[in-house]
């Protein structure tokens, strides 16, 4: 992992897990992955991202 990175796109966060870019996408979607859209990109900080990869990121109740 980039140690510099401070944003992730949904095509790093697929090259760095080795999840195709298509199920990256639907997670965002579904909010299992915190994230702030700026127009049509959405953008993951480094300490969501990481967040989520320990598994401390909990999807919102329905």
Do not use: C
């Not at 095509?11 to 897990?17: F, G, K, M, P, S």
């Amino acid at each position: 992992m980039d140690s510099n990175k401070r944003v992730f796109y949904p095509e790093d966060i697929a090259q760095e897990t080795g999840l195709g870019l298509n199920l990256v996408y639907r997670l965002l979607r579904a909010g299992e992955i915190s994230h702030v859209k700026a127009g049509d990109r959405y953008l993951v900080s480094r300490a969501n991202f990481e967040k989520w990869l320990s598994g401390e990121s909990q999807a919102p109740a329905k």
